[in-house]
């Protein structure tokens, strides 16, 4: 059980973007995100629901952390609550030294779906947050630009949501999320409504975008070779209430590439990930079944 069960519901407070913050005392190695004994209870009808029990954990500058487990168990509450979407809680979470007491413009957040403007231009959806914070429409346009170039949509610059695939949305979301340079960019399936093949495609621009930007990521999802692929460290986390059951690290070279899924020592870490994961599938799709 968790130690306390006063914390409740979820907050409804909106991301803002902003520009990044100079934060006082970080180093290059020290946690950039720190998890402690975080607990999250909701009130439901059907009583209350702990959805995360006491996760510990702390992602160090500049790292690569996936989180994985079964549905239901809690991989959105944990991320929530880094990004200060999830009041109260129980527990302690910092991002660099700093309480997560509500959404801060250092932390940016890419959903599953892409959430645009649908009435703005690629160039204006990525230039808006940059522009809610006063910069000039030709200062936003040019961090726009730029983003634009790196997630290679350049030819669709002045084009609408609508007009665009899945999978391009979703670059342009993940562009529109880098363009305050956050210092820890947290997503949360971002590539869990796309086809396989665009994917595989997205997977890969991640890759080779991680290089360029100078940010901590945290990233959800059920896909464990997607993590393994992406990831210095893989969590996995229990069926709920949510703990987390292992921290594996991922000490395979970069630059990485899909031919890495071929190599003994990616099979090696993925069979020691499935078991677990089966195991705490199950358990969840029981535990569903039960309630
Ligand atoms: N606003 C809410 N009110 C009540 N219960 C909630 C709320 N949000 C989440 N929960 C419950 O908390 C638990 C964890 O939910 P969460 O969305 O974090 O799971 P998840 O691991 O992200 O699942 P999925 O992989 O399906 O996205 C679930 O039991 C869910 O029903
Ligand atoms: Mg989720």
Not at 140 to 164: C, N, S, V
């Amino acid at each position: 059980m968790v130690a306390m069960m006063a914390i409740r519901r979820r907050s409804k407070a909106a991301l803002t973007l902003a520009s990044p913050q100079p934060v006082m005392g970080s180093q290059p190695n020290e946690a950039a995100i720190s998890v402690s004994d975080l607990s999250i209870v909701f009130d439901t009808a059907r009583g209350e629901v702990i959805a995360v029990d006491r996760v510990s954990f702390s992602v160090t500058r500049g790292e690569f952390v996936c989180i994985v487990g079964p549905s239901g168990c809690g991989k959105s509450t944990v991320l929530n609550a880094i990004a200060g979407l999830e009041m109260p809680y129980e527990g302690a979470v910092t991002v660099d030294g700093r309480p997560m007491r509500g959404p801060r413009p250092d932390v940016g957040m890419v959903f599953q779906q892409p959430h645009l403007f649908p009435w703005k231009s690629v160039r204006r959806n990525i230039a808006h947050g940059p522009r809610m914070l006063g910069k000039s429409a030709k200062d936003a346009g040019a961090i726009a630009d730029g983003l634009i170039e790196m997630i290679g949509l350049t030819r669709f610059a002045d084009a609408y949501p609508h007009t665009l695939s899945g999978g391009m949305q979703q670059r342009v979301a993940i562009a529109r999320a880098l363009a305050n340079q956050p210092r820890v960019l947290l997503m949360d399936e971002p590539f869990g409504a796309l086809d396989a093949q665009t994917r595989t495609v997205m997977q890969d621009n991640l890759l080779a975008l991680r290089s360029r930007i100078n940010a901590t990521v945290v990233f959800v999802t059920h896909d464990i070779d997607e993590a393994i692929l992406l990831a210095d460290r893989v969590l996995i986390m229990s069926a709920g209430p949510g703990r987390i059951l292992r921290d594996l690290a991922v000490d395979l070279p970069r630059p990485r590439s899909h031919a890495i899924m071929l190599e003994p020592p990616y099979l090696a870490l993925k069979k020691d990930c499935l078991d677990l994961i089966r195991t705490e599938g199950q358990r969840a799709f029981d535990q569903a079944r039960e309630r």
